[in-house]
């Protein structure tokens, strides 16, 4: 059915799901949205009402825009301090210093949405996650990726195509949520307690720890490796940071930890987690990914 109308909520939630799943980052995302808008209302009335499907044709704005910053950002992040880690989004009730944030800003929380997947879809090039994204997670069909990607439907196809190779040959099994808990809430009991052995026999013996300070704060600039050295690590740091408090919280829709020191979360910590042992750590600690975290009131991960 043909749509005149102009763009609703309904469309901008699309469109910051979209663009953070492109992105890898919220604030980049809001950024893509408010510009695909400017554009929409930058024509005159007679130009949008000829547009037939106002959504179509904001998805296909924000799919380029997210496609030439992702083209522009492997540049940033050769100067960039250290590893890059996607932004953590915390529960959506948690955003904005405890208040809920605007619906038409929040993300939805699923499997495309984990901070594994968004690492897997970060090695990408852009043309593979734009067409992934769009036509695996999305449901767009090829002939409108290629709208976006600026390639034949058939390009998009096997740009998808390699894309969905990368995430099979990455992808842990997948673990319930209530194990998964399980091993979170016992990783930040050990760590508590300083407990090596316990923290080793909960890691994976190849384990791997990425940090991401930005530059704006210490962290190790190259991943960690090893489940003694990783154990020691986190025991040596505890006995170095004064007041620092563990707390059970979901990131990007999986059980995960936050460090809260002096009232302010400092760090989130997310998890990958096969056959029951962490096989990846990626602590986030630039303040600037941080800023939609809260200590406010949340529930505690599990029973």
Known sequence: MTDRSEPDLSERRQLINLAYRLLGSLADAEDVVQETYARWYAQSPQQREAIETPGAWL????????????????????????????????????WINGRSADPADRVTLDESIGMAFLVVLDSMTPAERVAFVLHDVFRYPFAEVAEVV??????????????????????????????????????????????????????????????????????????VEGAEQLARLVVDFTGRTAGMTLLERTVNGQPSLVAQQDGVIVTVYAFEIADDRITRIWAVRNPEKLQRWTIGAAAPIGP
């Open 150 to 223: 600026g390639r034949t439907p058939a390009a998009c196809r096997q740009l998808a195509s390699s894309a969905r190779r990368r995430i099979r040959e990455t992808q842990a099994p997948a673990t319930p949520a209530d194990r998964r808990a399980g091993i979170v809430r016992d990783f930040k009991h050990a760590w508590e307690a300083k407990d090596i052995q316990a923290l080793i026999g909960l890691l994976d013996p190849d384990v791997t720890a990425i940090a991401d300070g930005g530059g704006l704060v210490s962290s190790h600039l190259h991943p």
């Open 59 to 94: 998805t296909t704005v924000a799919g380029r825009l997210c496609l030439n910053q992702l083209s522009s950002a492997r540049t940033r992040r050769e100067s960039y301090v250290g590893e890059w880690i996607p932004e953590p989004l915390p529960e959506p009730a948690e």
